[in-house]
């Protein structure tokens, strides 16, 4: 039988990871379109539409400001859920980053 | 023995087709298709996926990333195989299966991007935004590359079009 001790020194790390883990699935993140030059503005607004699910007045709003102010934070939440967001967009060639959300 | 002629069983077969003709004169589509299929053979040799993957520190993410991303362009480049060899379409007019609409509009963005960074390099962003003044004053290769470009967005956007 391991001695206490030997057991003390086990749990440190692994409360430690928990840890990180919990922090770092509780920080939210930013999925940010960033505006290029050959992409078409019908072209984007029917990606986020698809993408996302979002409506026409919703998804070209993103667009515009993805046009007009080179970026667009379209959506913010979990890691695992923005990199999900962030490969679909990059599959349809979008140039898109993922930034936390401090 | 009776012989089924159950319309359904030759459902399976017949699939949905989207056709358009564009607004482009033929003999500009013809003299420029050769062009844009040398443009696509280059497709693969410029991709950047490596340049996509957002800045995680995950290097086991990044890898299952560009490979999916690259797997997952074969298709699209399929769907733009099968337009750019239809005969239909040195005459303008354009034929895709409804299921191949998405792999297609995908397909015509890596080629944009291809012609952006190839026959297009020294063009800046603005020029291209704004419609390319200078066009009379550029090279053969850049000209095409140009027509080229509008070609495939013309394509584009009319598929947006029509199943919009």
Redesign the interface.
């Known amino acids: 039988m391991p001695s206490h001790k030997h057991c003390s020194t086990l749990a440190t790390p692994i409360l430690e990871e928990s840890t990180d883990l919990d922090e770092r699935l509780a920080t939210p993140w930013k999925v940010i379109v960033l505006n290029d030059p050959v992409n078409l503005m019908n072209y984007v607004v029917m990606v986020f539409r698809k993408v996302f699910g979002y409506n026409d007045t919703k998804a070209t709003k993103h667009m515009m400001e993805v046009h007009e102010q080179g970026k667009s934070v379209l959506w913010v939440g979990e890691r695992e859920q923005a990199e999900n967001y962030a490969y679909q967009l990059q599959r349809w060639r979008l140039q898109t980053i993922l930034e936390k959300d401090d | 023995m009776r012989t089924n002629y159950n319309v359904g069983a030759y459902k399976q077969f017949w699939k949905k087709m989207i056709e358009f003709s564009l607004q482009v004169e033929c003999h500009i589509i013809q003299a420029i298709l050769p062009e844009i299929g040398k443009l696509f053979a280059l497709s693969t040799k410029v991709e950047e996926?490596s340049d996509?993957f957002?800045?995680?520190d995950d290097p086991e993410?990044k890898e299952s990333?560009i490979d999916?991303?690259k797997e997952?362009a074969k298709g699209d480049r399929s769907a733009l195989a099968r337009l750019l060899k239809s005969p239909r379409l040195p005459y303008g007019r354009v034929e895709v299966e409804e299921d191949d609409v998405d792999d297609l509009?995908?397909g015509l963005?890596?080629i944009?991007?291809t012609i952006?960074k190839t026959s297009l390099k020294n063009v800046t962003?603005e020029e291209?935004?704004s419609g390319m003044p200078s066009l009379r004053s550029s090279k053969p290769d850049v000209r095409i590359g140009y027509f080229s470009y509008l070609l495939m967005?013309e394509i584009?956007?009319r598929l947006?079009?029509e199943i919009?």
């Open positions: 996926f996509l957002p800045d995680l993410l990333w999916g991303l997952e509009l995908r963005t890596e944009r991007f952006r962003d291209l935004e967005a584009q956007e947006i079009e919009s």
